[in-house]
DNA sequence: CCGTTTGTTCCATTTTTTGGAACGTAGTCC
DNA sequence: GGACTACGTTCCAAAAAATGGAACAAACGG
């Protein structure tokens, strides 16, 4: 195991939920011994990548991270081009709009657009969350091929809320009606009493792949305005694929030519 | 040298200038043989610090600093605090205001407020400046002590615009004069027309050194509107001083009890 | 003052890393 | 088609760094 790997178990250990971190964390979410996670957690330090509080003594990210982390995708085009269009349904529906990504099984939150409809904004940019339990992220799995959705779910299938598939062979039925209908939805999944509605982007040129989703109180909308939101959706989605070109008709794998 | 020193090495040849690098790119600007930057490019592509454009093959920062810097001082009492009072002088006043950190003889920003008054920004956060020729960066360095002044600037000193102190004696010229007044400004120097006005601000329990200023056009304001933003900026001083205990007399060496 | 918690330093052993060179792989020009 | 070049990857023995158990140190608490 190399050190760059050991760094990365290290910084991977702080989240939404875990900002910060002291010696003795991290010593126990790495389970590395004393005189690692000591040597480590100097290293990244003195790098820049965690700065320490003086007064606690607790380890955060530091500023190399804030510096890269607002580089990255910077000029993404795809995601540049979503945001913009995604801007205009939130004002127009006045509900929350999410662009994600896909890490393996989880997704991660690049941008939210807020919109005027008073919920409460959930799942800040950097959120992690199962994509199996978003209606964007199992847009964007659906976008795969079923081998490379085999690889990426955990043998362990992962304790989910109700709503959700519980089992693979449940996300593959719901993955397939997605691939069917072309229309991914979710209520009452990761958060109770929020439901979303999604799909999933990929660049023609680049195989990049990114999900957008509206979300909205499932109390406070009616049937009515949630197909409006899926005819919105349907609309933007549309004119996203023709603007990037964005080939349906293929799995993720086949653009971008890996066996992943 | 270690593996992580190597990685970072690589991960700060990216910058606002250069968000994504060819392999050449990193060759080159690390200086290291070929074999070392395919296998440290991948090693880092692979952990999620770097991600490769499937179609350029160029490099640039990947999720994990995306997720990592949004972590960066999330929590952090000071930077939220000053944030705030900002923002209430920048709602004000009109102007745009910053808040940086000093990193070496450079200052990165963290934080901006945009004013209504329609300056472009020029500073996106995450930008790096020397700190000789900004008045915030300079109001940080004047709180430190002579020493820890002298080890951070270059021997060689760095080419800074007109306006700016052209060498050490004068930039501890500058920086005994704003010991002395307390005041801080700038004109003419980072950009061209640009002039603002700044302050530090060192948190009383953590030791931790901000850098505040207000900017603004030198020629659409008059000398009675700057004078008024160094009135709102020594409120707000005073305001935030009380509220955070900064020890105004100790250096920060001697706050944070470390002789670096 | 003694026991605890918390973290650092030491050092012989093990494991990576290193970088020159050989080896692909396209693309280009004649 | 074939030589040439730009761009990268893989190999391997030498060199350097990481490892982790144990001793050590510092701060805290009662």
Redesign the interface.
């Known amino acids: 195991m ?4 050991n ?2 178990d290290i ?2 250990c ?3 939920s875990r ?2 971190l002291s010696f003795a964390d991290v010593q126990v979410l790495t389970g590395k011994p004393k005189s690692s996670t000591s040597r480590l957690l100097r ?2 330090r003195d ?3 965690l700065e320490q ?3 606690t003594r607790r380890y ?16 993404d085009d795809l995601l540049a081009t979503a945001e913009r269009e995604l801007r205009d349904v939130c004002a127009r529906t006045g509900h929350t709009g999410y662009i994600a ?1 896909l ?1 393996g099984y989880q997704q ?1 939150v ?1 941008r939210i657009v807020p919109g005027s409809n008073p919920l409460r904004v959930v799942n ?3 959120q ?1 969350t199962p994509a199996i339990v978003t209606s964007n992220g199992r847009a964007m799995l659906a976008r795969l091929s079923d081998q490379d959705i085999r690889a990426r779910v955990p043998l362990d299938y992962p304790k989910v809320p109700a709503n959700s598939p519980q089992n693979f062979t449940e996300l593959m039925a719901r993955l397939n009606e997605i691939r069917r209908t072309g229309v991914s939805d979710a209520a009452d999944e990761a958060i109770e009493g929020v439901g979303s509605q999604g799909f999933a982007l990929a660049s023609g ?4 792949l990114i999900g957008i989703a509206i979300s909205y109180s499932v109390q406070a909308t009616t049937e009515l305005e949630r197909a409006n939101v899926r005819r919105e959706l349907g609309a933007m989605a549309g004119k996203l694929r023709r603007m990037t070109g964005d080939p349906l008709g293929q799995t993720i794998e086949q653009l ?1 030519g ?1 066996a992943s």
Chains 1, 2 share one sequence.
Not at 2 to 5: I, K
Not at 60 to 65: E, F, S, V
């Open positions: 190399s050190a760059l790997t760094a990365i910084l991977r702080f989240s939404t900002p910060d290293s990244l790098c820049g990548l509080d003086p007064h955060r990210p530091g500023l190399l991270t804030f510096e890269l982390g607002r580089l990255h995708r910077a000029h990504v890490d991660v690049l800040p940019p950097g992690r040129e680049s195989g990049e971008t890996l």
